[in-house]
């Protein structure tokens, strides 16, 4: 769990160590390109891995005392991913032919696709040594960053940049095959059955496309009903909002084991007790998250990314709002229906979601730009959330589910309007928004306490000793 989620957060934190840099060198057409021209070959990704990492990471994980299984599986789903890899690349050279602009960012940014052939990270999640990824991704990212600032020099290096983001999965996927020598054992061709893994690897794949789809649909459609530059301004904000939000379900990830566990057993009231406390953290680390997003995204974006992307603050400002329906959606849907095993119900919450994103996008983009795919992406996670409610309308009760939240928006209130207030008076530099971070995070916690927040007593039993360790030394 520890290096799953380290991993989680490094993958995040490092990359937004170049952003300030690349969004100067770049521009907001640089990024709008890298963003727009990326997003396509997510979906040739998509299609390259079929549901093959998920599946292989549970398939492997059920054979983990036997080595000549795990070696089977490990040859048959690699013979597999061949073939859907072929397919990928043959399909995404057919869409570059068609393109009249960026041909070449376009090829480059198909070094993801490679990179799926040679992933074999969900043979080591399966045998669940986590180390070995996490180490090689580390590494992976500090020459990306290194080979960043060392490169990329001015506008016309764009394809240097996008050769460094594309090309470093490709490079940390293929560093980690010297370690399957001793995972591994020979296995006769002859006794390989490749292909009874199609049928259960595509019934992973549905919901994973139908889940990832709309994840790069925004930057699709902006480029394409909009402009490139749109396209940039949405990616820079999402970069820091999706951040933002990975520390909430971080801290969720940590209820997944024991609520599994807990289902198994049909223990059903422990098991939704664990969840409305889970939801009880995850509203309180999300609205004072969007609080501080709002309270200085207006200066942040000038500040983080350049005056050129002075738009991206309003952006930040309203995108904001969405970490909340997926903190809920997490709560719902990656906490309890799948630890449920209740996958079908969790895969259609996100079919309303993905046909309110298109519709939405087409509808408001052309009349409203960047704003009209945040206002779909919040919606479309609103959807989700409230689909998932929907199905556990039995288990969780509005009444219940929504249950003193009003607490907390009035405590992010009450937060967002002391950071902002900081914001508009201090001189914009990184202690002001330490300061700033300081002052919201106090008011927050006086507020809560105040109003006797939910999560209270939920934390309580596990900062009270602590508390009274540190007081007493005092």
């Known amino acids: 769990m520890m290096y799953s989620t380290v991993y989680q957060m490094l993958a995040l934190i490092l990359p937004l160590v170049t952003i300030p840099y690349v969004s100067r060198v770049l521009g907001a057409t640089g990024i709008g390109i890298n963003a727009f021209t990326s997003s396509f070959a997510a ?13 292989g990471n549970r398939e492997i994980a059920y054979h983990q005392r036997d080595q000549k299984e795990r070696s089977k599986i490990f040859f048959e789903l690699n013979i597999l991913k061949f073939i859907t890899v072929l397919i990928a690349v043959i399909g995404y050279l057919i ?28 043979y080591f999640m399966g045998v669940e040594n986590f180390q070995i990824i996490v180490l090689r991704n580390t590494a992976i990212q500090v020459l ?17 940049y996008i050769l460094l983001v594309a090309g470093s999965p490709l490079m940390g996927n293929l560093t980690v095959w010297p370690f399957l020598k001793r995972e591994l ?39 394409a009903l909009d402009n490139v530059q749109s396209a940039g301004f949405f990616a820079q904000s999402d970069s820091i909002v999706r951040a933002a939000y990975t520390l909430v379900t971080a801290f969720g990830a940590a209820f997944l084991p024991r609520l599994s566990s807990m289902l198994s057993e049909k223990k059903t009231d422990e098991a939704k007790a664990m969840s409305l406390k889970s ?8 609205f004072f998250i969007v609080a501080g997003i709002m309270g200085v995204s207006h200066s ?30 997490f709560v719902l849907g990656q906490q309890y229906l799948l630890a449920a095993r209740r996958n079908k119900e969790f895969a259609l919450a996100h079919v ?58 009035l ?20 202690v002001s928004y330490l300061i700033q971070a300081i002052t919201g995070f106090l008011v927050y916690v006086v507020c809560l306490f105040l109003f006797r927040a939910g999560v209270i007593p939920v934390v309580k039993p596990v900062v009270g000793p602590y508390l009274n360790k540190i007081l007493k030394k005092n």
């Open 43 to 55: 979906y040739f990704v998509l299609i390259a891995y079929i549901g093959i990492k998920t599946y």
């Open 95 to 122: 869409f570059i032919a068609f393109q009249s602009h960026w041909q070449l960012y376009f090829l480059l940014q198909g070094l993801a696709i490679l990179a799926v052939l040679f992933d074999s990270s969900w």
């Open 144 to 160: 990306f960053v290194v080979a960043t600032f060392v490169f990329v020099r001015s506008t016309h290096d764009l394809w240097i």
């Open 185 to 223: 054992v020979r296995v006769k061709i002859k006794e390989l059955q490749v292909w009874r893994h199609l049928k259960p690897t595509l019934a992973l794949f549905l919901p994973s496309i139908i889940i990832s789809i709309y994840l790069s649909l925004n930057k699709s459609m902006l480029g």
């Open 279 to 286: 939801l009880e953290i995850s509203n309180a680390l999300t």
């Open 300 to 329: 942040f974006a000038i500040f983080f990314f350049g005056k050129e992307f002075k738009e991206v603050g309003d952006v930040m400002f309203v995108q904001s709002l969405m970490i909340i329906f997926i903190a809920w959606s």
């Open 352 to 409: 309303p979601a993905v046909i309110a994103n298109v519709l939405l996008n087409i509808i408001l983009i052309p009349i409203i730009g960047v704003m009209g795919a945040v206002i779909a992406t919040i919606a479309t996670e609103a959807a989700v959330a409230f689909t998932e409610l929907w199905f556990l309308r039995k288990l969780f009760r509005p009444s219940e589910f929504f249950h003193g939240l009003w607490k907390y928006v």
């Open 411 to 430: 405590s992010a209130f009450l937060s967002f309007a002391a950071i902002f207030y900081l914001d508009y008076i201090m001189p914009v530099s990184i």
